[in-house]
């Protein structure tokens, strides 16, 4: 089993670092589809769970004077992990236990269930209220990679440096381990969450749904499949594809773990907004990625958009506009946390710069 891949974390610690100690209503998740050109009506044994990088990480890290952003995300997914191993166990059928696991476990940076588990701090809960959110949040989108990967989307032979899914359990039980994932994903949450008001789990479970249907993820999903090819699609469109296709679960993932915390409407409506431009963000550098990295350094197929003539940041505004982009989604970001006591904030503001300096 592959690892958690810290490994390119070194290099840029050091830039998020330094940028962090420089630093001393309602909305509507969603923008709607009306005003774009495409038709949404048909498209289509037992192992200890890996950390191995805790082990390899490299020496010499970046100095914070305030924050060991290293060590927190370390700490964090070495938690996220055995919790994730804990709560998805190998039993029967065990084929489709095994190719749960298989993904849901084959490493990762985690930063989606390391959001939620940093928001629901920031606005002083504790990390074992929303510890089982930010495991459904990872199983979901695990599920999301599974399927993503299928033959019939993307069809790509590798994922965080091995092999797919469905080429080590063929096409059929890829997708029932899926759509096993999602749904435990719900019962997890409902079931496990400890310390928490029913409301607040209900409200919490609400947003999940939310964010991942076909007002979500998989509207931007499938706009995004009903793009390739299409000429004279302009910067709007791209944005709604990514705010849903990818920013959705880094939203959710935020926005669960302020409710669950006990944040405020007006906590987690900041919040919501903080964390819808470092998705934009995560999106914005993976394009940049995708063309500048290989596929060993990716973990995953390199050029990928650029073959299938998919619609991305660098298509439309070239490399050097979409890091100029990439830094104004940032401070963007920073700014929405700037009401909130500094020291709590510090992980979702080195989360930012680690999305908006990553490796891979």
Not at 50 to 74: G, H, R
Not at 102 to 107: D, I, K, N, P, V
Not at 189 to 215: F, H, M, N, Q, W
Request: proline fraction near 4%.
């Amino acid at each position: 089993m592959s690892c958690v891949n810290l490994a390119a974390w070194t290099q840029t610690c050091s830039i998020f670092n330094q940028a962090s100690s420089r630093r001393s209503n309602k909305t509507q998740p969603f923008r709607t589809l009306k005003t774009l050109p495409v038709s949404l009506a048909s498209q289509r044994p037992r192992r200890p769970v890996s950390i191995s990088a805790v082990q390899t990480l490299e020496e010499n890290p970046a100095p914070s004077p305030t924050f060991d952003f290293k060590s927190y995300m370390i700490q964090k997914a070495s938690t996220v992990n055995q919790a994730l191993d804990a709560a998805v166990s190998l039993k029967d059928p065990v084929k489709i236990h095994e190719s749960m696991r298989y993904s849901l476990l084959a490493g990762g940076k985690r930063v989606r269930p390391v959001l939620c588990l940093a928001a629901c701090d920031l606005v002083g809960g504790h990390e074992s209220m929303a510890m089982p959110a930010a495991c459904s949040i990872e199983m979901i989108h695990t599920m999301s990679l599974i399927h993503d990967d299928l033959p019939c989307m993307d069809n790509d032979p590798l994922r965080r440096g091995k092999p797919t899914n469905h080429t080590i359990y063929g096409e059929d039980v890829a997708v029932l381990a899926g759509d096993a994932l999602l749904a435990y994903a719900f019962e997890h949450i409902a079931v496990c969450t400890k310390g928490v008001s029913p409301a607040r789990i209900v409200r919490a479970i609400a947003e999940l749904a939310k964010y991942i249907g076909a007002d979500g993820l998989v509207a931007g999903q499938v706009v995004d499949i009903n793009s390739e090819g299409q000429k004279d699609l302009g910067i709007e469109h791209l944005e709604f594809i990514h705010e849903h296709k990818t920013a959705a679960l880094l939203e959710a993932a935020v926005v669960i773990g302020a409710i669950l915390g006990g944040g405020t409407d007006n906590e987690v409506e900041k919040l919501r907004t903080f964390a819808r431009c470092i998705g934009l963000l995560f999106q914005v550098v993976d394009d940049i990625l995708d063309l500048t990295k290989s596929s060993k350094e990716l973990g995953k197929t390199a050029g990928k958009d650029l073959v299938a003539d998919k619609l991305t940041y660098p298509k439309l505004l070239g490399i050097e506009e979409s890091k100029k982009l990439a830094d104004k989604l940032n401070k963007d970001a920073q700014q929405q946390l700037s009401e909130f006591d500094q020291e709590k904030a510090a992980p979702l503001i080195a989360l930012a710069n680690y999305i908006a300096h990553r490796q891979n």
